[in-house]
């Protein structure tokens, strides 16, 4: 990951100020800084060096060096688009992000439909001092878009960055391409499932664990020390396991080794760190097990919201461990990790998909959250990672492997327990192979746990104790006064909410967070599902009621006074049968 700011059309803004800004996004790349200045225009850069770390500095240029291009991200197809030019370009480095300076010079706009990759990008054409920004499909990487009242155009990785300068700013849109020339936004990425229509296509176990192995592959283009984030759910031990199984065929091996490096964070004891522990022993990498307290995590906060610029709940539970995380493994000299987001949008993963009332809805609900994914898990995943210069990247959120998984009927995605079907059946039946398993079956049929409540069920419960030390009744009482927008429906987002405003106090900044009510991670449609629902809206798993194995019991005592909830001891016990795998075959998680 990079950081780029960029200053199109500036009148009253010195270069002095673009280094000062620029310098704000540095986290995210330590390694260089450069700057390209024209006329009124600004292009600044801050890199993390995956590709080419000797001479791919950026800003890049084409040939005649009249168009230049600052980007954050991956260009995975670089060398066969470079091929498949129709004339011969002499390239300045072995960067991945070169070619689109080189593809703009032929193509024009149409460039962004060519690349596959995560990206967000400005290009500045000075032979007419037109310009042009895009983000990815997705939204894996960050963007944000804001006007100054001087008449100028920022664009910026994050919004801290903006936020004193700009008259006003916002998310800039996954998918989209802004253009002078055109003089606006408009959307580029317009694939088949967007729409919502209900798909029909078989489902293929072969086809889809085939695309889903093409979209790890080809995210194991490195020139730095890499590894992999194996929380020992089924997200992240597929990765690993493709990522293993395929290293040694790649520039990556031959330059840091074939066993993949693999990561995992949780409380002492937690669930994710035991089920991590045997995943890396049967894959065979080289595993880190990293722990972090209650009070650690409380005391980085303040830190992890300034990062990762949101107020939503869900994302600060689930940023803390991946922030700490994160340090630790920078500190091994690790740049690039591959993760696993995206999974449980695509095939309906987490448990409230249990009451999924029908196909229509299911599919709909998906297509929802994956429209979605760059508030939150996106968000998260980046720029927890980048706040301390570390990449991360996302196999399930491929271009071309979404496409497949989005066309498959989604009567296959169904959760049926009676037929051993528990949610992402069919990812995990499209890797249950006799001979060479991937993982073993009990971990491939592991129950879903979101990554907040796998590294350790007090971590939610003491964040909740932690907010009611701060937050009085009476705050809550005026909270609709207070924050007329998203109103604080708890004490711990209304906690969030103060330490956020003393970082962004903007409106803009505060309109950049999604919000209403959501259980187990859903959309606030889908709460529908369950009318029991409505009366516990808390985005953790175990807000499932009937669902999860450790769900919350209402009966039980909110907390003790240490602020671990009883109910957590007893849930902890219960979450070690998981029982819906194929076969009705019991076995202990």
Not at 1 to 30: D, K
Not at 225 to 242: E, K, N, R, Y
Not at 271 to 295: C, M, N, S, W
């Amino acid at each position: 990951m990079c950081g780029i700011l960029a200053l199109l059309h500036c009148q009253n803004t010195s270069r002095a100020r673009v280094l000062e800004l620029s310098r704000r996004l540095r986290h995210r790349g330590p390694d260089w800084s450069g700057l390209f200045h024209h006329d009124n225009f600004y292009l600044a850069h801050e890199r993390l060096a995956i590709v080419d770390p000797a001479s791919g500095d950026q800003p890049l240029y084409n040939e005649d060096k009249d168009i230049v291009v600052a980007v954050n991200g991956e260009i995975y197809n670089h060398e066969s688009l470079k091929a498949s030019m129709k004339r011969p370009h002499k390239y300045h480095t072995q960067s991945d992000c070169e070619v689109i300076a080189h593809l703009y010079e032929d193509i024009g706009e149409e460039v962004v439909q060519l690349l596959d990759g995560m990206f967000s990008f400005v290009l500045l054409d000075t032979r007419d001092n037109s310009f042009i920004a895009a983000r990815d499909p997705i939204g894996i990487t960050p963007l944000y878009l804001g006007w100054g009242i001087d008449g100028s155009v920022w664009f910026a990785s994050e919004m801290k960055a903006l936020k004193d300068d700009c008259e006003r700013f916002e998310i800039f849109p996954p998918g989209h391409i802004y253009s002078s020339k055109a003089g606006g936004l408009r959307r580029w990425y317009n694939p088949p499932w967007f729409s919502e229509a209900i798909p029909s296509a078989p489902y293929d176990g072969k086809v889809l664990r085939e695309a889903f192995e093409k979209a790890v592959i080809k995210r194991l283009m490195t020139d730095v020390p890499f590894g992999v984030l194996l929380s020992g759910g089924l997200d992240s031990s597929l990765v690993a396991a493709v990522a293993s199984r395929h290293l040694s065929d790649t520039k990556a091996a031959k330059q840091w080794g074939s066993q993949l490096h693999s990561f995992c964070v949780g409380l002492k004891g937690s669930p994710d760190l035991k089920a991590a522990r045997e995943v890396a022993d049967y894959i065979g990498t080289l595993h880190y097990e990293f722990t972090f307290d209650v009070q650690e995590g409380l005391d980085s906060l303040c830190d992890v919201i300034y990062h990762i610029e949101t107020y939503d709940v869900t994302t600060i539970r689930a940023s803390t461990p991946m922030f700490l995380m994160a340090r630790k493994i920078k500190a091994l000299g690790v740049k690039m990790v591959l993760s696993g987001e995206g999974s449980d949008e695509i095939f309906g993963g987490y448990l409230y998909f249990h009451k999924a009332p029908n196909k229509e809805e299911l599919h709909q609900e998906t297509c929802r959250k994956i429209k979605a994914l760059h508030l939150y898990d996106c968000l998260r995943a980046n720029k927890a990672t980048s706040a301390w210069g570390l990449e991360a990247r996302v196999p399930f959120l491929d271009k071309d492997f979404i496409n497949v998984a989005m066309n498959i009927d989604p009567a296959e995605k169904m959760v049926r327990p009676k037929d051993g079907r528990i949610e992402k059946w069919i990812l995990r039946k499209a890797f249950d192979v006799e001979e060479n398993p991937y993982l073993p079956k009990h971990i491939l049929y592991r129950q879903k746990e979101q990554f907040s409540d796998g590294v350790g069920y007090s971590w939610i419960d003491g964040l909740k104790a932690h907010a009611e030390k701060h937050v009085s009744d009476q705050m809550m009482k005026n909270a609709k006064y207070v924050y007329p927008y998203n109103i604080p429906s708890t004490k711990e987002a209304y906690y969030y909410r103060m330490l956020f405003e003393k970082c962004f106090p903007q409106e803009s900044a505060r309109l950049t967070v999604p919000g209403g009510p959501s259980v187990a991670c859903s959309t606030a449609a889908a709460i529908a599902w369950d009318e029991a629902w409505s009366k516990n809206p808390d985005p953790s798993g175990r807000a499932a009621s009937g669902v999860h194995l450790a769900a919350y019991e209402s009966s039980l005592p909110e907390s003790t006074a240490n602020g671990i909830s009883q109910r957590e001891e007893i849930s902890t016990e219960r979450h070690k049968v998981i029982k819906a795998i194929p076969d009705g075959v019991q076995v202990m998680s």
